[in-house]
């Protein structure tokens, strides 16, 4: 492929995975720019030189890197399925790296961040993980190219990314405690096997804790949709208390909307934990089928 000018991933909320990837693509191309759009932004994506984590293909040569359709992207050889991340690295760390560091560095991080995207325990795969701690460590420049000014250089650095990360989490933390007596509420009220939030606030600890409920819907504001959630079986694991319809898995728009028979469903990950619909009636219709599905696990 030709020097990489333009690069679009989805706008929104970031993870690990579109985060890690455009990071790869920015050491190789340090004037790369970077465009975050909606997943429906078609023309956007056309125009782009590459695509990571929209777009609903995995094609090197045409330059698509998504794992989000039905398949996924392909898994490695020890069963872990390829994110975004994986597979810029895949194809582009051997600019960066020689073949035994892409192998070291693809096992020790990247794998991780693959696994936690695509709702594999990693925990319970043949791969390391990769901690806060080790990130911190990995800052540290090697003994023979450091002096005491390139060591408290880097020291501050990593301060400023804890002081945000800590703020964010702090931020998030007070969040999730005043949101609990809201969906308390909404479990108290309900009848039914979900609960419908008008507003995109945390709630897994409280409905996995202290509920039995199987999904929950909320509004998001910027998106102005309905995503569905499915409820794991606890706060660290991948399992649901029930799948959504092993149909819906990988489709988006048309093809989603023929198999569901939902007239505005837009999106069911490939992993049958998330889906969208563009009305409440939509998702509500997606939940009342799903918890109706032989076929999905339960």
Known sequence: MEEIKTVVTHC???????????????????????????????????????????????????????????????????????????????????????????????????????????????????????????????????????SHEVFNKLFLECVEIVIKLLKSEIKRADLIFKSKETVR?????????????????PWREVVINESKIKFVIRYNLLEKNWGISTVTISNDSFVNRKDLPKSWGGLTNETLQEASGVKDAIFCHNKLFCAIAKSKEGAIKMVELALKDKNAED
């Open 12 to 146: 929104l909320n970031f993870h690990a995975d579109d985060v890690f990837a455009i990071a790869i693509l920015k050491i190789i191309y340090p004037d790369l720019k970077v465009m975050r759009i909606g997943h429906q932004d078609i023309e956007s994506q056309k125009k782009a030189d590459i695509r990571v984590d929209v777009s609903g293909r995995y094609n090197h040569e045409l330059g698509d890197y998504d794992h989000h359709q039905a398949g996924g992207a392909g898994k490695r050889e020890n069963g872990i399925p390829y994110a975004a991340a994986g597979l810029i690295w895949k194809h582009y760390s051997y600019k960066i790296a020689g073949k035994e560091v892409q192998e070291y560095i693809d096992k020790k991080m990247i794998q991780y961040i693959d696994a936690d995207d695509n709702g594999v325990d990693a925990y319970k795969s043949d791969i390391d993980i990769y901690t806060i701690a080790e990130f911190i460590a990995g800052m540290n420049p090697p003994m023979s190219e450091g």
């Open 185 to 201: 509420k909404k479990i108290t009220e309900t009848n039914k096997e979900y609960i419908i939030l008008e507003e995109n606030i």
